[in-house]
Nanobody, 122 residues
């Protein structure tokens, strides 16, 4: 099993940047693919980005492609989501998840963090 905790959320103006971190305890991230999802109020939890176990492959939702970058440091057991050029529509709770493959569906991930709030003001 693995336990996940996100950090780095906060309030930022449109056009600004934030870096989210997801720290794992228990089994290491090298054993899992990792994804970031987000959920805005009243909406479904949506795929944002994913990275393979090795970190060699990354995947992004079209809405964040070119603005967000997912990366992982297996030595630190941490996955990051660098978010640039933030927009008000990026406002959501961001969740880190770990699973067997770097998929876009929530049900593919077995382990989830509690989430961190990101608010982008216009």
């Amino acid at each position: 099993q693995v336990q996940l905790v996100e950090s780095g959320g906060g309030l930022v103006q449109a056009g600004g940047s934030l870096r989210l971190s997801c720290a794992a305890s228990g089994r290491t991230f090298s054993s899992y693919a990792t994804g970031w999802f987000r959920q805005a109020p009243g909406k479904e939890r949506m795929f944002v980005a994913a990275i393979s176990r090795s970190g060699g492959s990354t995947y992004y939702a079209d809405s964040v492609k070119g603005r967000f970058t997912i990366s992982k440091d297996n030595a630190k057991n941490t996955v990051y989501l660098q978010m640039n050029s933030l927009k008000p529509e990026d406002t959501a709770v961001y969740y880190c998840a770990a699973g067997a493959s770097s998929a876009v569906y929530t049900y593919e991930y077995a382990y989830w963090g509690p989430g961190t709030q990101v608010t982008v003001s216009s």
